[in-house]
């Protein structure tokens, strides 16, 4: 979802997206994953950090939520 990421925050095309960790929860209901990125300047500098969560209901009707948060 690096995609979706780098347009929610208007990260540039130069900047590359990398995956550092992924979660896995299941509770109340809710199938969570959580992805966190790192996004590195061309010279390859830490410059953010994000956090991606995928909620799905494991119950009918399936609904779904992606939520984004920056936390550097």
Known sequence: MSNELRKQFN???DHTIVQKET?????????????VYEVLDPQG?????Y???????IYPPFGRNVT???VQ
């Open 11 to 13: 990260i540039p095309a």
């Open 23 to 35: 979660k896995w929860e299941q509770r109340k209901g809710q199938d969570t994953d959580t992805y």
């Open 45 to 49: 500098n830490v410059v953010g950090k």
């Open 51 to 57: 956090i991606e969560k995928d909620s799905t209901s």
């Open 68 to 70: 984004y948060e920056k």
